[in-house]
């Protein structure tokens, strides 16, 4: 499986944008892009994915670079509630249905008020 | 919409016992998948299930199983506990046509003495 690689942890001060990294240099061509973040005592919360083209919803961003080997996520004004890890995750397409997720260790996101 | 529930959220057993945890998947969602997660290995994906088949698996020992009903239900049973199986045990449900978003319960923590 195509792996990500994030850092471990960021800092960002309320109410700022925030641009978390994430490199998946072995990506294959019909692997989606796929960002979740968990918050404590949390499951996993969907943020948004892609595949080949930027990406907009209510909750963030996607940048997805041309040669698909780096992605970021932006989260336009950071709040207190961000503070999560968030993990970017490849996502394949196997056997007529979606592979199950391999979550790395994310990145740990801090919020400074 | 109600989410995903998984049944115990807390339980403890000891070494050799078995256990069978439940998830009951956001109505109209065909795909169920679980993921155990620990501080040490974070996020990893034991199963997916879809319209009560299997149709993914992870790396993991066939003491961990599992099954899906007419009903799109799902159950996980792991047999002969280890210590090593605490863990939070996370469900999560998508309609399983895409590698769109999974929507995860809030886990139901073993542990194993």
């Known amino acids: 499986d195509a792996k990500t690689t994030q850092p471990n942890s960021m800092e960002s001060n309320e109410e700022e944008p925030v641009h978390l990294p994430c490199n998946h240099s072995?990506?294959?061509?019909?692997?989606?892009i796929h960002w979740y973040r968990q918050l404590p005592s949390q499951g996993p919360e969907y943020v948004i994915h892609?595949?080949?083209s930027n990406v907009n919803n209510r909750m963030a961003s996607l940048a997805i670079a041309e040669d698909r080997k780096s992605s970021t996520l932006i989260l336009h004004r950071a709040t207190l509630r961000d503070a999560a890890v968030y993990y970017c995750i490849l996502r394949g397409l196997r056997g007529g249905g979606a592979d199950g997720l391999t979550f790395g260790k994310g990145t740990h996101l801090i919020i400074q008020p | 919409k109600a989410g995903v529930t998984q049944t115990p959220r807390y339980l403890i057993k000891t070494r050799g016992q078995q256990v069978t945890l439940s998830c009951s998947p956001i109505s109209g969602h065909r795909s169920v998948s679980w993921y155990q997660q620990t501080p040490g290995q974070g996020l990893q994906f034991l199963f997916e299930y879809f319209s009560e088949t299997q149709r993914n698996k992870g790396n993991f020992p066939g003491r961990f199983s599992g099954r899906q009903f007419s009903n799109s239900r799902s159950e996980m049973n792991v047999s002969t506990l280890e210590l090593g199986d605490s863990a939070l045990y996370l469900c999560?449900?998508?309609?399983?046509?895409?590698?769109?978003?999974?929507?995860f319960g809030e886990g139901s923590r073993l542990t194993v003495l």
């Open positions: 999560a449900s998508s309609s399983g046509t895409n590698p769109g978003e999974l929507f």
């Open positions: 072995t990506i294959s061509g019909t692997d989606y």
């Open positions: 892609g595949l080949t």
